[in-house]
């Protein structure tokens, strides 16, 4: 079961990089995904059949210690049970489908090598998801299936939605990433070398003692809801997911159809020992998924495209899951997966054949003398609760259904609008004014330390702050792509200088952090520095560049290197950050919180200015009345 483990996680990878080196025509990425995609299925079927002989018992593989000093401990971990196995027979199926459907779907189609490469970078961290043993593990595969949503949504780069709507899902899926990131924190806290996830059941097998006490047990329950409602688009983030539909349709049906959708619900079963431990969290699901399912209910009326009526019945039976979780009904949601999953993936995969389906509907209808159509089906039709409701109230809830309940106003003025303003503040100031006051404030820490007034780990504040102030500053930075780069790479290099000061016998661990991002943030700043300066100063903040199209080598260095920049797994500073925030709260706990803040606000910054550089029609082709259609868009959605 230990190489059947492996091959189920690293096939998905090995078609990425068979597909990238010998993927030179249509016809070699199609055979390669073929065969790939019957090893992987044959694999994971093998899995399974195995995990069956074994008795369908929980199973656990350590492969080995990817990082180890002290007490922290990063291993690579693998774990199936039911819920795995439930999740991997639908991976099997529906990616199956999906990449015999595109090799015919998108022939001819200029980016067909970067779909097939995303798709199998999706499948690949879906797998490490699905496969993870432990918090961090998951956390791996959750930032891997989350930029690839990212790629694949602005799939379409010559287009100003899709490009905007992808970076609205990553906001979102970074904003969510504070769930995780801190849970992972938490757990190490909490639960110490029992944080395996098939541990966790049995820490709960006893009421008493807990584990952990109830006010640390909310806390950790109300991070994982976070993550999970991001995730899975419930209140209230359900406005993202019907405008991630922009991408092309076998990445929706995939994605916010079938598997990425569910995702919040696997975090929900997979850590059930920990929300589940008291009513008030249960309450809590099953409110969430209440209130998402009555605005997507109603919101799906009002949807005037097939792919959002089809989001938001998808958001709907989400909604019921998170209601069916909170109920305690776990095997049961575990049938209502798979029945939503290949439902939407088959409407979504069907949709563009139901305009024509509905031509030929229209034609086969008779029309009476009156000049209006009528059908012997339609004779009897049932009247709609709504339609027994007073006027006033039906006008009510139209408006507020078309408005998808104002939930994206909601979250923009709660959450990003205070940052920006913030932001937009602290860059009113020259740099000379901000280095004085920064001096005077570290002189003042600096006398009080020396006179041991307060202790030396109270520099480490001065530097927090500092911290969060860059990245704010980055966040709300649009006149100069250099600019937000180094304020985002100083708010990282401030954070490992805070942990310094808190605890100086971890300078391993932040040498390790800094180790992945010091290259990113070099390797962004030679990219950005050949670019003519027009580009590198955005002296119209409100038009893309096309640098994928005119410089397609410099966009490639600029995703990598900002990949590393914002702690993405493939470099030390994905290990890094959880070090970070893990000795971070020997001394001040809410220095953790400010980190895990401050790091998805540089990946906001960061996602931004990759799009504004490699997206968009190069400017040869676009005549001066599409520019400013394109900045009048940008500029009265500010």
Same mark, same amino acid.
């Given at each position: 079961?230990?190489?059947?483990?492996?091959?189920?996680?690293?096939?998905?990878?090995?078609?990425?990089?068979?597909?990238?080196?010998?993927?030179?025509?249509?016809?070699?990425?199609?055979?390669?995904?073929? #065969?790939?995609?019957?090893?992987?299925?044959?694999?994971?079927?093998?899995?399974?059949?195995?995990?069956?002989?074994?008795?369908?018992?929980?199973?656990?593989?350590?492969?080995?210690?990817?990082?180890?000093?002290?007490?922290? $401990?990063?291993?690579?971990?693998?774990?199936?049970?039911?819920?795995?196995?439930?999740?991997?027979?639908?991976?099997?199926?529906?990616?199956?489908?999906?990449?015999?459907?595109?090799?015919?779907?998108?022939?001819?189609?200029?980016?067909?090598?970067?779909?097939?490469?995303?798709?199998?970078?999706?499948?690949?961290? &879906?797998?490490?998801?699905?496969?993870?043993?432990?918090?961090?593990?998951?956390?791996?595969?959750?930032?891997?299936?989350?930029?690839?949503?990212?790629?694949?949504?602005?799939?379409?780069?010559?287009?100003?939605?899709?490009?905007?709507?992808?970076?609205?899902?990553?906001?979102?899926?970074?904003?969510?990433?504070?769930?995780?990131?801190?849970?992972? #924190?938490?757990?190490?806290?909490?639960?110490?070398?029992? +944080?395996?996830?098939?541990?966790?059941?049995?820490?709960?097998?006893?009421?008493?003692?807990?584990?952990? =006490?109830?006010?640390?047990?909310?806390?950790?329950?109300?991070?994982?809801?976070?993550?999970?409602?991001?995730?899975?688009?419930?209140?209230?983030?359900?406005?993202?997911?019907?405008?991630?539909?922009?991408?092309?349709?076998?990445?929706?049906?995939?994605?916010?159809?079938?598997?990425?959708?569910?995702?919040?619900?696997?975090?929900?079963?997979?850590?059930?020992?920990?929300?589940?431990?008291?009513?008030?969290?249960?309450?809590?699901?099953?409110?969430?998924?209440?209130?998402?399912?009555?605005?997507?209910?109603?919101?799906?009326?009002?949807?005037?495209?097939?792919?959002?009526?089809?989001?938001?019945?998808?958001?709907?039976?989400?909604?019921?899951?998170?209601?069916?979780?909170?109920?305690?009904?776990?095997?049961?949601?575990?049938?209502?997966?798979?029945?939503?999953?290949?439902?939407?993936?088959?409407?979504?995969?069907?949709?563009?054949?139901?305009?024509?389906?509905?031509?030929?509907?229209?034609?086969?209808?008779?029309?009476?003398?009156?000049?209006?159509?009528?059908?012997?089906? $339609?004779?009897?039709?049932?009247?709609?609760?709504? +339609?027994?409701?007073?006027? /006033? &109230?039906?006008?009510? @809830?139209?408006?507020?259904?078309?408005?998808?309940?104002?939930?994206?106003?909601?979250?923009?003025? /709660?959450? #990003?609008?205070?940052?920006?303003?913030?932001?937009?503040?602290?860059?009113?100031?020259?740099? !000379?004014?901000?280095?004085?006051?920064?001096?005077?404030?570290?002189?003042?820490?600096?006398?009080?330390?020396?006179?041991?007034?307060?202790?030396?780990?109270?520099?480490?504040?001065?530097?927090?702050?500092?911290?969060?102030?860059?990245? @704010?500053?980055?966040?709300?930075?649009?006149?100069?792509?250099?600019?937000? !780069?180094?304020?985002?790479?100083?708010?990282?290099?401030?954070?490992?200088?805070?942990? #310094?000061?808190?605890?100086? +016998?971890?300078?391993?661990?932040?040498?390790?952090?800094?180790?992945?991002?010091?290259?990113? !943030?070099?390797?962004? &700043? /030679? /990219?950005?520095?050949? @670019?003519?300066?027009?580009?590198?100063?955005? +002296?119209?903040?409100?038009?893309?560049?096309?640098?994928?199209?005119?410089?397609?080598?410099?966009?490639?260095? @600029?995703?990598?290197?900002? &990949?590393?920049?914002?702690?993405?797994?493939?470099?030390?500073?994905?290990?890094?950050?959880?070090?970070?925030?893990?000795?971070?709260? =020997?001394?001040?706990? !809410?220095?953790?919180?400010?980190?895990?803040?401050?790091?998805?606000?540089?990946?906001?910054?960061?996602?931004?200015?990759?799009?504004?550089?490699?997206?968009?029609?190069?400017?040869?082709?676009?005549?001066?009345?599409?520019?400013?259609?394109?900045?009048?868009?940008?500029?009265?959605?500010?």
């Amino acid at each position: 079961m230990n190489s059947l483990l492996l091959t189920c996680q690293f096939l998905p990878l090995l078609g990425l990089m068979l597909i990238a080196l010998l993927g030179k025509n249509e016809k070699a990425i199609a055979n390669l995904s073929f #065969w790939t995609t019957h090893a992987m299925g044959l694999s994971i079927l093998a899995l399974l059949i195995s995990w069956g002989i074994q008795g369908f018992s929980g199973y656990e593989f350590e492969w080995f210690i990817l990082y180890e000093h002290g007490s922290y $401990q990063f291993p690579i971990l693998f774990y199936l049970d039911k819920v795995g196995a439930v999740y991997l027979f639908a991976i099997w199926v529906i990616f199956s489908i999906i990449v015999r459907y595109c090799r015919y779907y998108l022939h001819r189609e200029s980016g067909y090598k970067r779909f097939f490469l995303t798709i199998f970078g999706f499948a690949f961290g &879906l797998n490490m998801v699905i496969l993870a043993g432990s918090i961090d593990m998951l956390f791996a595969g959750w930032e891997i299936v989350g930029i690839s949503s990212f790629l694949l949504i602005a799939f379409y780069r010559h287009r100003i939605q899709p490009v905007r709507n992808a970076l609205r899902a990553y906001t979102v899926y970074r904003f969510c990433d504070i769930g995780l990131l801190l849970g992972a #924190w938490m757990s190490h806290l909490l639960f110490h070398e029992s +944080d395996h996830f098939s541990q966790l059941a049995v820490l709960f097998e006893h009421a008493a003692p807990s584990p952990a =006490s109830y006010p640390a047990l909310l806390l950790m329950s109300l991070l994982i809801f976070i993550a999970a409602s991001g995730k899975s688009a419930q209140f209230p983030f359900c406005f993202w997911l019907p405008r991630a539909m922009e991408g092309p349709t076998p990445s929706s049906a995939i994605f916010y159809g079938a598997l990425s959708v569910h995702l919040g619900v696997f975090l929900l079963l997979r850590t059930t020992p920990i929300w589940s431990y008291h009513i008030l969290t249960r309450l809590m699901v099953f409110g969430i998924g209440l209130i998402s399912v009555i605005i997507a209910s109603l919101s799906e009326k009002t949807q005037s495209n097939i792919k959002g009526q089809i989001a938001y019945a998808s958001i709907t039976q989400v909604g019921i899951m998170f209601m069916e979780l909170a109920l305690g009904l776990e095997s049961l949601v575990l049938l209502h997966f798979l029945g939503n999953a290949f439902l939407r993936c088959y409407q979504l995969l069907v949709s563009p054949s139901i305009v024509a389906h509905m031509l030929r509907v229209e034609g086969a209808m008779d029309i009476d003398d009156t000049g209006f159509k009528t059908h012997a089906m $339609q004779a009897h039709l049932p009247v709609s609760v709504r +339609d027994t409701l007073p006027e /006033v &109230l039906q006008n009510t @809830l139209y408006v507020f259904a078309l408005q998808e309940g104002n939930l994206e106003r909601l979250v923009r003025s /709660v959450l #990003w609008e205070p940052l920006k303003i913030i932001g937009a503040i602290i860059n009113a100031y020259a740099a !000379w004014q901000k280095s004085l006051v920064g001096a005077a404030v570290f002189a003042v820490f600096g006398i009080l330390v020396g006179t041991e007034v307060l202790g030396s780990h109270y520099l480490a504040i001065p530097f927090a702050l500092a911290m969060l102030l860059a990245s @704010l500053s980055a966040f709300s930075q649009k006149h100069s792509f250099i600019g937000v !780069w180094n304020a985002v790479a100083l708010s990282c290099l401030l954070a490992a200088s805070s942990v #310094w000061l808190l605890r100086p +016998d971890a300078q391993l661990d932040i040498l390790l952090f800094t180790t992945g991002i010091l290259p990113s !943030w070099l390797l962004g &700043l /030679v /990219v950005l520095s050949r @670019l003519p300066g027009k580009e590198r100063f955005a +002296d119209n903040p409100f038009a893309y560049r096309a640098m994928s199209e005119t410089h397609p080598s410099l966009a490639l260095l @600029l995703f990598l290197s900002f &990949l590393g920049l914002v702690g993405f797994p493939i470099t030390p500073a994905f290990i890094g950050e959880d070090l970070l925030l893990y000795h971070a709260s =020997s001394q001040f706990a !809410w220095i953790s919180a400010l980190i895990a803040i401050s790091f998805v606000i540089n990946g906001i910054a960061a996602a931004r200015v990759f799009l504004r550089l490699c997206m968009g029609r190069p400017t040869e082709i676009c005549n001066h009345a599409e520019i400013t259609a394109m900045q009048a868009i940008f500029k009265s959605s500010k």
